[in-house]
């Protein structure tokens, strides 16, 4: 009797130890992944610089590090030191939460970003819908964030914000749920195996609805990022700064991380969705150690082309106004998104061989998993 009750404690301990270590190393995870990305976010600054001075026919920073490459470095030692201001009539505590709250939502849809097949915080079978309820915590931070500045400018930028934002969900999202019933799983991993490393298995060239769903997503995730030329939450020219006008500081430079973090993660996303992920061409290194980071590499190869069209795009385009911005959602991209999920589901059931009946029991199983009834 005592003999089974040493060993039962042993094995507790044993278990409780392998949860210790579970524990320790997923939050060891967390914190290179998340200063991984603010690095990234801190890059992007410098991309956005460069980028813009390349096509102006200017050098751009150019002076703090080799080829100015340190500049961000800089801008965010400058944050730190300047003096954070809260506006007398603001509602203080709201004030000092938007931002944290955009920063937070944008971080929190890490967890389910597949960077390579050995490399995810959280395969969740229901990743896609964690995706896009942990991202909708961006648009309300810019709602609050104009809200609680007690300012007009802001108080537009934020309302403009979150109009934009919820409205173009809607194509995004649509366009998301077609490519979802194309793998059969709601898990981002299930995305990227039912595709190929070479450019003909990938889901863009699957067939033409999903081709043109590339482009939905690309434009609505544009709108959703609040970038040129879409960027009306802040537009300069007639906001002085948008939503962000009364902040300062680090609060300032995290409403101007989250962006940039995010533009990041839509790019992942998409090259997750349509470009094939992590999938390295002739499995070259299998899921060993070299071929993870051949994995990383072809990962983050694609996002960067991707976040480099972002940059261009908004220093090619001018910006849109407020009603046309509507417009091309609810006219165009919103009708067209559905009509590519009606017109992909037909493809499936005539062209693969898979009935309605297993779309369906597919989006009813990710539903019970989810904790519907």
Same mark, same amino acid.
């Given at each position: 009797?005592?003999?089974?009750?040493?060993? @039962?404690?042993?094995?507790?301990?044993?278990?409780?130890?392998?949860?210790?270590?579970?524990?320790?190393?997923? /939050? *060891?995870?967390? /914190?290179?992944?998340?200063?991984?990305?603010?690095?990234?976010?801190?890059?992007?600054?410098?991309?956005?610089?460069?980028?813009?001075? $390349?096509?102006?026919?200017?050098?751009?920073?150019?002076?703090?590090?080799?080829?100015?490459?340190?500049?961000?470095?800089?801008?965010?030692?400058?944050?730190?030191?300047?003096? $954070?201001?809260?506006?007398?009539?603001? $509602?203080?505590?709201?004030?000092?939460? =938007?931002?944290?709250?955009?920063? &937070?939502?944008?971080?929190?849809?890490?967890?389910?970003?597949?960077?390579?097949?050995?490399?995810?915080?959280?395969?969740?079978?229901?990743?896609?819908?964690?995706?896009?309820?942990?991202?909708?915590?961006?648009?309300?931070?810019?709602? #609050?964030?104009?809200?609680?500045?007690?300012?007009?400018?802001?108080?537009?930028?934020?309302?403009?914000?979150?109009?934009?934002?919820?409205?173009?969900?809607?194509?995004?999202?649509?366009?998301?749920?077609?490519?979802?019933?194309?793998?059969?799983?709601?898990?981002?991993?299930? #995305?990227?195996?039912?595709?190929?490393?070479?450019?003909?298995?990938? @889901?863009?060239?699957?067939?033409?609805?999903?081709?043109?769903? /590339?482009?939905? +997503?690309?434009?609505?995730?544009?709108?959703?990022?609040?970038?040129?030329?879409?960027?009306?939450?802040?537009?300069?020219?007639?906001?002085?700064?948008?939503?962000?006008?009364?902040? &300062?500081?680090?609060?300032?430079?995290?409403?101007?991380?989250?962006? +940039?973090?995010?533009?990041?993660?839509?790019?992942?996303?998409?090259?997750?969705?349509? *470009?094939?992920?992590?999938?390295?061409?002739?499995?070259?290194?299998? $899921?060993?150690?070299?071929?993870?980071? *051949?994995?990383?590499?072809?990962?983050?190869?694609?996002?960067?082309?991707? @976040?480099?069209?972002?940059?261009?795009?908004?220093?090619?385009?001018?910006?849109?106004?407020?009603?046309? *911005?509507?417009?091309?959602?609810?006219? @165009?991209?919103?009708?067209? =998104?559905?009509?590519?999920?009606?017109?992909?589901?037909?493809?499936?059931?005539?062209?693969?061989?898979?009935?309605?009946?297993?779309?369906?029991?597919?989006?009813?199983?990710?539903?019970?998993?989810?904790?519907?009834?």
């Amino acid at each position: 009797m005592n003999q089974t009750i040493v060993s @039962y404690i042993e094995h507790l301990t044993d278990k409780q130890f392998g949860f210790g270590i579970t524990v320790a190393l997923f /939050f *060891l995870a967390v /914190f290179l992944l998340v200063n991984v990305m603010a690095i990234i976010g801190g890059l992007g600054t410098y991309a956005e610089r460069k980028i813009s001075a $390349d096509i102006q026919m200017r050098q751009g920073p150019n002076r703090v590090g080799p080829y100015g490459i340190l500049q961000f470095l800089a801008d965010g030692v400058k944050m730190i030191m300047k003096e $954070d201001i809260i506006p007398t009539q603001a $509602d203080k505590l709201i004030f000092t939460i =938007a931002p944290l709250l955009c920063l &937070s939502g944008v971080l929190a849809s890490l967890a389910v970003l597949p960077i390579s097949s050995g490399f995810t915080l959280s395969d969740l079978n229901v990743g896609i819908f964690y995706l896009l309820g942990v991202t909708s915590l961006v648009g309300v931070g810019v709602f #609050l964030g104009g809200y609680a500045s007690n300012s007009k400018w802001a108080m537009l930028g934020g309302m403009r914000g979150a109009s934009q934002i919820i409205s173009y969900e809607v194509p995004v999202t649509l366009t998301i749920l077609m490519m979802v019933m194309l793998a059969g799983g709601l898990s981002l991993n299930t #995305l990227i195996s039912g595709q190929t490393a070479l450019p003909h298995g990938w @889901y863009i060239f699957h067939n033409p609805f999903s081709f043109i769903g /590339f482009f939905i +997503y690309f434009i609505g995730a544009l709108a959703e990022t609040n970038r040129a030329p879409f960027d009306l939450p802040e537009a300069e020219s007639e906001l002085v700064s948008g939503y962000h006008t009364e902040y &300062s500081g680090m609060r300032f430079a995290f409403f101007a991380l989250a962006e +940039y973090i995010e533009v990041f993660v839509v790019c992942a996303v998409a090259t997750a969705l349509f *470009l094939g992920g992590y999938k390295v061409p002739f499995n070259v290194g299998g $899921d060993g150690p070299i071929g993870q980071i *051949l994995q990383l590499v072809i990962f983050f190869s694609k996002s960067f082309a991707l @976040y480099y069209v972002v940059i261009w795009v908004r220093w090619t385009l001018p910006r849109l106004r407020v009603d046309h *911005l509507m417009v091309i959602c609810w006219k @165009y991209l919103t009708p067209i =998104a559905l009509f590519n999920l009606v017109g992909a589901t037909l493809w499936v059931y005539l062209f693969e061989g898979r009935s309605i009946y297993l779309i369906l029991k597919h989006f009813a199983e990710a539903h019970m998993v989810g904790g519907g009834h």
